[in-house]
């Protein structure tokens, strides 16, 4: 098992910045890649950013791309997502999550379906 925390969320106005992070604890050791996914009210949860553990490929929604950055720190187990030139429409619950599959390409991490464990969850609303 792995247990996911996130933090960081919070209430910002449009062109703020907020960092989220990700802790993770368990059997951390059979995690590939860990990804971000959001959910706003009424609509799916949709993907934001994924990294491979080992080697930190990264991909980001092309939403996000160029605004915000996916990063770990292996030795404290834990994940980040800054995020920057936040707009009202990145307003949702932002969920970590954590993959023991593996697959040869990051951009497969974009899928739901390849995570294992996630978060609770933690709010980010984005005022106009």
């Known amino acids: 098992q792995v247990q996911l925390v996130e933090s960081g969320g919070g209430l910002v106005q449009a062109g703020g910045s907020l960092r989220l992070s990700c802790a993770a604890s368990?059997?951390?050791?059979?995690?590939?890649?860990m990804g971000w996914f959001r959910q706003a009210p009424g609509k799916e949860r949709e993907f934001v950013a994924a990294i491979r553990w080992n080697g930190g490929n990264t991909y980001h929604a092309d939403s996000v791309k160029g605004r915000f950055t996916i990063s770990r720190d292996i030795a404290k187990n834990t994940v980040y997502l800054q995020m920057n030139s936040l707009k009202p429409e990145d307003t949702a619950v932002y969920y970590c999550?954590?993959?023991?599959?593996?697959?040869?390409?990051?951009?497969?991490?974009?899928?739901?379906?390849?995570?294992?464990?996630w978060g609770q969850g933690t709010q980010v609303t984005v005022s106009s």
């Open positions: 999550a954590a993959s023991s599959i593996i697959r040869s390409s990051i951009y497969q991490y974009g899928s739901s379906r390849l995570y294992d464990y």
């Open positions: 368990g059997r951390t050791f059979s995690t590939y890649a």
